[in-house]
T-cell receptor
């Protein structure tokens, strides 16, 4: 069965600083990979996704993620965070034979300090 | 992107009553809809998967008689929490996908259920 690990429960960064959120997955092949963001009391918004091809994917709001097969990782990055980036971030995987079920990591809460 | 509308955003109900939550895909046909439950400061737990016109598939440990899911049309799925109890209080989120592989899931804004 597929699983996702987000080792950092809570990260605090200064506004304008760079950000990296870690995500590791366990799956027999290369899954489909996603990063979602959730503001308090809201649903999830897709930041970016990886299905195949270029391992560096660009998303919305200036986010990018890099798929590293050798490390089973899909870390999310942003060069300069804004106060509005404070939220909960979830990494998710889906098997690549299309059973459509997403498995989510436990999430990383991002706090931005001035 | 596509829009999934979930209603209501929040609901308070008395213990023992039932409450229905609706999930609508506004601008696409959702062949598959998913229902999640999220406890405070935790991740999303998949409760069930529903395909239009067929019975929902429930995840292990989810009581299908308590959480009734109906997906009667390509744009609407409903989750009914029957005989609600305080332990059913949670944040419920739906997502919807159109037919085909490699398509993303679109999420509703969630429903905060409080059972008193």
């Amino acid at each position: 069965a597929q699983s996702v690990t987000q080792p950092d429960i809570h990260i605090t960064v200064s506004e304008g600083a760079s950000l990296e959120l870690r995500c590791n997955y366990s799956y027999g092949a290369t899954p489909y990979l996603f990063w979602y963001v959730q503001s308090p009391g809201q649903g999830l918004q897709l930041l970016l996704k990886y299905f195949s091809g270029d391992t560096l994917v660009q998303g919305i709001k200036g986010f990018e993620a890099e798929f590293k097969r050798s490390q089973s990782s899909f870390n999310l990055r942003k060069p300069s965070v804004h106060w509005s980036d404070a939220a909960e971030y979830f990494c998710a995987v889906e098997s690549n034979f299309g059973n459509e079920k997403l498995t989510f990591g436990t999430g990383t809460r991002l706090t931005i300090i001035p | 992107g596509a829009v999934v509308s979930q209603h209501p955003s929040w609901v308070i109900c008395k213990s023992g009553t039932s409450v229905k939550i609706e999930c609508r895909s506004l601008d696409f046909q959702a062949t598959t809809m998913f229902w999640y439950r999220q406890f405070p400061k935790q991740s999303l737990m998949l409760m069930a998967t529903s395909n239009e016109g067929s019975k929902a598939t429930y995840e292990q440990g989810v009581e299908k008689d308590k959480f009734l899911i109906n997906h009667a049309s390509l744009t609407l799925s409903t989750l009914t929490v029957t005989s609600a109890h305080p332990e059913d209080s949670s944040f419920y989120i739906c997502s919807a996908r159109a037919f085909g592989m490699a398509t993303e899931a679109f999420f509703g804004q969630g429903t905060r259920l409080t059972v008193v």
